[in-house]
């Protein structure tokens, strides 16, 4: 099972993931976050994973995939709470980064 919650706050959509991220529930994760992305134009992206119990290489493939989304809007996006998945996975790229709080985002983006 797969909790989404969104809201748009300063600028950024900030999107709250709790719950298993793997090949039963990224369809929903894909479909939520890709459709308000395209919808609105979104620019800047907080993925915050800090409740996620478990993430899958499907998982990573979709977050990959919003990253490309979000790039070719000229966007960030900023993940929060996934540094042990990252490490192991080596996908920071320059319009990727990695935060530990929500709240430093809003420091990073300057809007």
């Known amino acids: 099972m797969l909790d989404i919650d969104m ?9 709250r993931l709790k719950g298993i991220l793997n090949g039963d529930t990224v369809l929903l994760f894909k479909n939520d976050l890709e459709t308000v992305i395209k919808n609105n134009g979104i620019k800047y992206v907080l993925l915050n994973l800090k409740q996620l119990s478990y993430i899958d290489h499907f998982g990573l493939e979709a977050i990959e995939s919003s990253y490309k989304q979000i790039v ?7 993940l929060c709470g996934m ?6 996975n080596q996908i920071l790229t320059d319009n990727l980064y ?3 709080e929500e709240k430093a985002a809003y420091e990073m983006i300057s809007i």
């Open 98 to 100: 990695q935060v530990n």
């Open 7 to 15: 809201e748009f706050k300063h600028g950024i959509l900030v999107t």
């Open 72 to 78: 070719n809007n000229s966007g960030k996006l900023i």
């Open 83 to 88: 540094d042990r998945i990252l490490k192991a």
